[in-house]
């Protein structure tokens, strides 16, 4: 994967509404707080040491959907 679209800094908000097509894979591990204010703040480090995920999966995970999405 040559592009990086989101980081561990990236926050949850910023997700969402720069890359729609990331949201399926939040919801598909279980994060489905998207809408909540707080989660709008929140990096995607802290949203995943709430909800017990390992970071780096789920940036990759993210990025590898995104790459799809704009292939």
Do not use: W
């Amino acid at each position: 994967m040559d592009e990086v679209y989101v980081t561990r800094e990236t926050l949850v908000g910023e997700i969402v509404n720069s890359y729609p097509e990331a949201i399926d894979v939040l919801f598909a591990i279980g994060m489905h707080c998207l809408g909540c204010p707080a989660s709008q703040g929140e990096s995607l480090e802290d949203a995943c040491a709430v909800h017990g995920f390992e970071p780096s999966a789920v940036v990759e995970a993210i990025n590898r959907k995104i790459a799809e999405a704009r292939a």
